[in-house]
């Protein structure tokens, strides 16, 4: 599949439960992704749009 979400820290593929999507807070135009790992740990994540970096 072309459009799969993978996990913008990890980079696993996001699957299941425990997952979450939002745009970047910088420029809103990047969806991040998150596997329910790197949420639990706070672990970041960085914008390819923008190269914003956050928790
Ligand atoms: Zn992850
Ligand atoms: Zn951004």
Do not use: H
């Not at 696993?12 to 425990?18: D, M, S, V």
């Not at 807070?25 to 790197?38: D, L, M, S």
């Amino acid at each position: 599949m072309q459009n799969e979400k993978i996990c913008s820290s990890c980079g696993i593929r996001l699957t299941g439960n425990g997952i979450t999507f939002f745009k970047c807070p910088n420029c809103g135009q990047y969806e991040v992704g998150r596997c329910y790992n790197c949420r639990d740990q706070s672990v970041k994540y960085v914008c390819k749009k923008c190269g914003f970096t956050g928790p």
